[in-house]
């Protein structure tokens, strides 16, 4: 089955800076990687999603890469706000499911 | 939001005791999901449903058993609940091809205690 791997745990960013995470997953048959961010209390939200026959997406200030070769992609958030804060979740297709990555906390500071 | 209601929403129950939790969906989606959330461990798959009555075992389905009687509703059983199952339970729904777009509930939050 697909195993993800994601970094960093944590991380803490200015107000108005970027914030970058980075996900590997083991299948290369893997076609679909979605991020998923999910605040205090609540469900994980869809918020940004790839396939593997682009290399990059973008969607206001956020923006998800992919790398098929080395089997990565990361979520770049530019000009971080307060609301930004929350935990991030990248995942790949396992069969039928979604396999998850331990999450990213992140901490926008004002 | 897609239309996924949980309930209970919070539950304190004792070790020993059977507990239920249901999903319900308004999406008419064919897959529905239970995940559990711990803390250092992410979102993991307990059972999985590709149809009514059509169910699967995910990666930590010892301890719980499901069922799926109508598209609408799925069900996660806790035959005996142990302090290691309290947590925070996902329902999931996918609306697109098997393992795509997955959309969450708001969760239920279980203590055993």
């Known amino acids: 089955g697909e195993n993800v791997e994601q970094h960093p745990s944590t991380l803490s960013v200015q107000e108005g800076d970027s914030a970058v995470i980075k996900c590997t997953y083991s299948?290369?048959?893997?076609?679909?990687f979605p991020w998923y961010k999910q605040e205090l209390g609540k469900g994980p939200q869809l918020i940004i999603d790839i396939r593997s026959n682009v290399g990059e997406k973008k969607d206001q200030r956020i923006a998800v890469t992919l790398n098929k070769t080395a089997k990565h992609f990361s979520l770049h958030i530019t000009e971080t706000q307060p609301e930004d804060s929350a935990v991030y979740f990248c995942?790949?297709?396992?069969?039928?499911?979604?396999?998850f990555g331990a999450g990213t906390t992140v901490t926008v500071r004002a | 939001d897609a239309g996924i209601t949980q309930s209970p929403r919070h539950k304190v129950t004792e070790t020993g005791t059977p507990v239920t939790l249901r999903c319900h969906q308004t999406?008419?989606?064919?897959?529905m999901y239970w995940y559990r959330q711990d803390p250092g461990h992410g979102l993991r798959l307990i059972h999985y449903s590709y149809g009514v009555k059509d169910t699967d075992k995910g990666e930590v389905s010892d301890g719980y058993s499901v069922s799926r009687s109508k598209t609408e509703d799925f069900l996660l059983t806790l035959e005996s609940a142990t302090s290691s199952q309290t947590s925070v339970y996902f329902c999931?729904?996918?609306?697109?091809?098997?393992?795509?777009?997955?959309?969450f509930g708001e969760g239920s939050w279980l203590t055993v205690v």
């Open positions: 999931a729904i996918s609306s697109g091809a098997p393992g795509e777009t997955i959309y």
């Open positions: 999406e008419n989606h064919r897959y």
């Open positions: 299948d290369s048959a893997s076609n679909y």
């Open positions: 995942a790949a297709p396992n069969d039928y499911k979604l396999s």
